[in-house]
């Protein structure tokens, strides 16, 4: 062994050594804590379904407002950007998709059955109709919900959403969710802390809110979750591309998209646009957050418009 391979060796070793040092230090087994407790802040409800136990929360009175969360998602990150948008008012519905906090991962999970779950929940709660929300991965759901059950929805409101745009096969969509390796609580934490600029090139700007890096935590009790929208759910609308008529929507439709968006990708949006009628809200820039624009009086105005629906 030459001494340049030597070196090279014991400099790999050290980085090994300082990342070891580093997971393990006292102000990340905090932080880590500190994100499960907050978790269990939140009035958490569960209900039975023929695919395993859901959890959701239910808060506030009003026209109800479903959410069908993005990836690294769950009931906290659901019903935060419910709250973010409505504050107190309506009656705001925020449930974990499968493999997310607190609901199961059924054996064969689909995009068909998460729907069914939605059903399954009104159904519990005793709505006749809601408006729901999809963000980002949870647009296939949710546009399977208003496929499958369209008396029972007020309005669809796409928020920075998945959406069927073209046809593709598995092998041409590449990469759908984050490799398995990084679904780690301190491999996450390791990586907001240290490169947020790959987060930032995600999420298509540098002015991503630090309470956004902290609700994706933890990891350990989304992660099946994650896998499930990486290996089905992101892929779905694509790869069984007719199983999305959704020229047969009648429901009032709001599409609100950024066209610098780098994962609800605004040329996927435009196609989603030709087959149906909808509203829209279009931002030139903001990324997937849409960061910088207020998007509340368009959604307020757009259910209250359609509540006698």
Same mark, same amino acid.
């Given at each position: 062994?030459?001494?340049?391979?030597?070196?090279?060796?014991?400099?790999?070793?050290?980085?090994?050594?300082?990342?070891?040092?580093?997971?393990?230090?006292? #102000?990340?087994?905090?932080?880590?804590?500190?994100?499960?407790?907050?978790?269990? =802040?939140?009035?958490?409800?569960?209900?039975?379904?023929?695919?395993?136990?859901?959890?959701? *929360?239910?808060?506030?009175?009003?026209?109800?407002?479903?959410?069908?969360?993005?990836?690294?998602?769950?009931?906290?990150?659901?019903?935060?950007?419910?709250?973010?948008?409505? &504050?107190?008012?309506?009656?705001?519905?925020? *449930? #974990?998709?499968? &493999?997310?906090?607190?609901?199961?991962?059924?054996?064969?999970? =689909?995009?068909?059955?998460?729907?069914?779950?939605?059903?399954?929940?009104?159904?519990?709660?005793?709505?006749?109709?809601?408006?729901?929300?999809?963000?980002?991965?949870?647009? =296939?759901?949710?546009?399977?919900?208003?496929?499958?059950?369209?008396?029972?929805?007020?309005?669809?409101?796409?928020?920075? #959403?998945?959406?069927?745009?073209?046809?593709?096969?598995?092998?041409?969509?590449?990469?759908? &969710?984050?490799?398995?390796?990084?679904?780690?609580?301190?491999?996450?934490?390791?990586?907001?802390?240290?490169?947020?600029?790959?987060?930032?090139?995600?999420?298509?700007?540098?002015?991503?809110?630090?309470? *956004?890096?902290?609700?994706?935590?933890?990891?350990?009790?989304?992660?099946?979750?994650?896998?499930?929208?990486?290996?089905?759910?992101?892929?779905?609308?694509?790869?069984?591309?007719?199983?999305?008529?959704?020229?047969?929507?009648?429901?009032?439709?709001?599409?609100?998209?950024?066209?610098?968006?780098?994962?609800?990708?605004?040329?996927?949006?435009?196609?989603?646009?030709?087959?149906?009628?909808?509203?829209?809200?279009?931002?030139?820039?903001?990324?997937?957050?849409?960061?910088?624009?207020?998007? =509340?009086?368009?959604?307020?105005?757009?259910?209250?418009?359609?509540?006698?629906?």
């Amino acid at each position: 062994m030459n001494i340049s391979n030597l070196k090279y060796i014991i400099f790999i070793l050290i980085i090994i050594g300082g990342l070891i040092l580093y997971f393990s230090c006292t #102000s990340y087994s905090k932080i880590i804590n500190e994100s499960y407790q907050q978790l269990e =802040t939140y009035n958490v409800k569960t209900f039975d379904t023929e695919f395993g136990k859901m959890s959701y *929360v239910d808060e506030g009175s009003g026209e109800a407002v479903i959410i069908s969360h993005g990836i690294f998602g769950g009931y906290d990150q659901g019903y935060s950007n419910l709250y973010n948008i409505f &504050g107190g008012n309506y009656r705001k519905i925020a *449930v #974990s998709r499968f &493999g997310y906090p607190g609901s199961a991962l059924p054996d064969e999970p =689909t995009p068909d059955k998460q729907a069914k779950v939605f059903l399954n929940l009104i159904d519990e709660l005793k709505i006749d109709k809601v408006f729901l929300i999809t963000a980002s991965a949870g647009g =296939t759901a949710g546009i399977k919900f208003v496929l499958n059950y369209p008396d029972r929805v007020k309005g669809l409101i796409l928020l920075s #959403s998945g959406v069927p745009s073209i046809p593709k096969t598995k092998k041409e969509l590449g990469m759908s &969710g984050p490799p398995k390796f990084i679904l780690n609580d301190r491999l996450m934490l390791f990586s907001i802390r240290n490169f947020k600029g790959i987060f930032y090139s995600m999420f298509g700007s540098k002015n991503v809110p630090d309470e *956004v890096f902290d609700i994706m935590l933890p990891v350990k009790p989304r992660k099946k979750g994650v896998i499930y929208d990486t290996e089905i759910n992101n892929i779905d609308m694509a790869v069984n591309f007719n199983d999305y008529p959704v020229e047969k929507i009648t429901v009032p439709i709001l599409v609100i998209n950024a066209k610098d968006d780098p994962m609800a990708k605004y040329e996927d949006t435009e196609y989603f646009l030709k087959r149906v009628k909808a509203e829209t809200l279009i931002y030139p820039d903001g990324g997937h957050l849409i960061i910088g624009h207020d998007i =509340t009086e368009g959604i307020i105005s757009f259910i209250e418009r359609n509540s006698g629906e």
